[in-house]
C-alpha cells in the first residue's frame, strides 16, 4: 500500500515528520556525565534508585550499566487513569509497602 493511499484511508496512520534533536551519543554522554556525578555525591553512601513504572526500565538499564557505586533498585507504580484512561481518576501507588528508605538517600526515576 503506497503511502499516499495510507494517507487517503487513515491520515493518523501515516508517519509523522520527525527530526532527530539529541543524537543517541549524546544521550549516552550524559547518562555516563549523570552517573559520575551521583558517584561523587553519593560514594560510600546507602544509595537507593526507585523507578517510577516500567518504562523508565531502558533508560535505567543505561544508567545503571554506568553506575559505579553500591545501590539497590525499587520499583513503584504510579496510576490516576479513570474512566477508560481519558479522565483523570484517583491516583494509586503500589510497591510502597515493601520500600524501606529510612537513612538512605534516594534518586526517583520517573518515565515521563
Not at 86 to 112: A, C, P, Q, Y
Amino acid at each position: 500500500m503506497s503511502k499516499d493511499l495510507l494517507e487517503e484511508q487513515d491520515p493518523y496512520l501515516a508517519a509523522p515528520q520527525m527530526h532527530l534533536m539529541i543524537s543517541e551519543e549524546e544521550i549516552k554522554e550524559k547518562i555516563k556525565a549523570v552517573a559520575q556525578e551521583l558517584k561523587a555525591g553519593f560514594l560510600g553512601h546507602d544509595l537507593v534508585i526507585d523507578m517510577l513504572m516500567m518504562g523508565a526500565v531502558y533508560f535505567i538499564a543505561d544508567f545503571i550499566r554506568n553506575l559505579s557505586v553500591r545501590f539497590s533498585l525499587e520499583s513503584l507504580h504510579c496510576s490516576s487513569y479513570g474512566l477508560n484512561g481519558k479522565v483523570r481518576g484517583e491516583l494509586s501507588i503500589t510497591g510502597l509497602e515493601e520500600l524501606n528508605l529510612e537513612n538512605k538517600h534516594v534518586v526517583v526515576v520517573d518515565d515521563i
